[in-house]
């Protein structure tokens, strides 16, 4: 009797075990079965929706989402210039604030919103998105006021320094700042250069015609890898004499664009160098008339030219396609182009009197004016530099100076 009330007992504990094992294998089968729950719902605190004049540098703010099964929560910062192309710029952030160590682009309608996710893919966007404008660029601050005579003069960033070749008796100079400056070479061979055009290319510093206290025009080219020493490539170049004309290196070439031998005579020819030495002519007469001391620069694959009040742009220097007149510009001559922040700026210049306005365009076509009065006075044949996230506009005169007013020889920055 012992034994069979034992054999009932054994058969009863394997049931028994075998009903436990039924049991947790459809609890694992439910647990699997149970989808990974998204975070909460959140919003965003800061930057405030439809905030205006916003640092570059701003720091993003969000309430915190919470893992309904615990989970750990990383968050993905988006930005876009709509609310329907939010791009992330920064992912995987722990804690709910973010300052982005790049900065923003000025002038910017920008849309934001934040992206919560748990460490198994659940994600959810937060409630809000928010538009913000950032800030204008600065109207400038003076750097440095040490400088005689400087005008005429070009700028180059090389070798991570600003570069200031000619001018009136200033041989060549640098700065790793802006503000404080070597003298390099007192006395280059290309002499007291003036209204000549340089460019960076082949690693290498150029100077390209121009003038000197001695011969009005000049059509060498001159090289250096140093700012000590210089070559020349040619004395006289394919391109005729002159000065006032505009240089940019595009398509792997060096052009030469336009000009004058004096008021009275304008140049309308453009040339191309891959070398320096060899000259070749994209045109003997381009199909505008190019304009005394306008400006160009490359943009968005293209030659890009502020000629008076127009806006031109070619892609081979012979045919220059109009783009848009800008009524503000006036006929604006002696004025600065260069590319920063992805944009087209172009600064100050002369248009019926001297002017200290800023400008910019996205796109070549729309342009906006930044800075109606800059803290710099009205100036012409200035330079304009993007250089270590500022723009640099050295040095410039007043075309029609008054004898009491001094020529415009400070560094002043805007960023």
């Avoid at 965003?44 to 099964?69: H, R, S, Y």
């Avoid at 082949?202 to 080219?221: A, E, F, L, Q």
Wanted: proline letters at 3%.
């Amino acid at each position: 009797m012992f034994n069979f009330k034992a054999k009932i007992m054994k058969n009863k504990h394997i049931l028994y075990l075998s009903v436990l094992s039924i049991l947790w294998s459809c609890s694992e089968e439910d647990s699997s079965d149970t989808p990974n729950q998204n975070p909460s719902v959140f919003d965003l605190v800061a930057i405030a929706d439809g905030a205006t004049n916003v640092t570059l540098n701003p720091t993003f703010i969000w309430e915190p989402a919470i893992d309904p099964e615990g989970f750990n929560v990383t968050y993905d910062v988006l930005i876009g210039t709509s609310e329907n192309d939010l791009q992330p710029i920064a992912s995987n952030i722990n804690g709910t604030t973010f300052t982005p160590s790049e900065r923003l682009p000025l002038s910017e309608n920008l849309f934001w919103s934040i992206k919560a996710k748990d460490n198994l893919g659940a994600q959810t966007q937060a409630n809000s998105v928010f538009n913000f404008t950032t800030r204008n660029l600065t109207n400038g601050t003076l750097g440095l006021n040490g400088f005689t005579l400087l005008n005429e003069h070009t700028t180059l960033v090389f070798q991570d320094k600003l570069w200031i070749l000619g001018g009136e008796n200033n041989g060549v100079r640098n700065s790793s700042d802006g503000v404080n400056w070597t003298v390099i070479n007192s006395s280059p061979p290309f002499g007291s250069r003036k209204n000549h055009s340089s460019v960076v290319f082949d690693n290498k510093m150029w100077v390209i015609g121009g003038k000197t206290n001695t011969v009005n025009n000049k059509n060498d080219v001159w090289f250096s890898t140093d700012g000590v020493t210089w070559t020349q490539a040619t004395a006289a170049a394919s391109f005729s004499v002159r000065q006032g004309h505009s240089s940019v290196v595009f398509d792997n070439k060096m052009w030469v664009i336009g000009g004058h031998l004096n008021a009275s005579q304008s140049l309308n020819d453009v040339w191309f160098s891959t070398d320096g030495v060899t000259w070749l002519p994209a045109t003997n007469n381009a199909n505008i008339a190019i304009k005394q001391e306008h400006a160009t620069v490359v943009f968005n694959n293209k030659m890009i030219m502020v000629n008076g009040n127009e806006v031109r742009t070619s892609t081979n220097g012979a045919t220059w396609e109009l783009v848009t007149t800008v009524s503000g510009f006036g006929s604006r001559s002696h004025h600065q182009l260069l590319v920063y922040d992805a944009k087209i700026w172009l600064i100050a210049g002369f248009a019926t009197i001297d002017r200290n306005d800023v400008w910019f365009s996205k796109n070549g076509f729309d342009w906006t004016r930044n800075v109606e009065s800059a803290n710099f006075n009205d100036r012409s044949s200035h330079t304009a530099t993007a250089f270590k996230d500022k723009i640099w506009v050295i040095g410039g005169l007043k075309l029609f100076a008054s004898s009491s007013e001094e020529p415009n020889n400070g560094i002043w920055f805007l960023d």
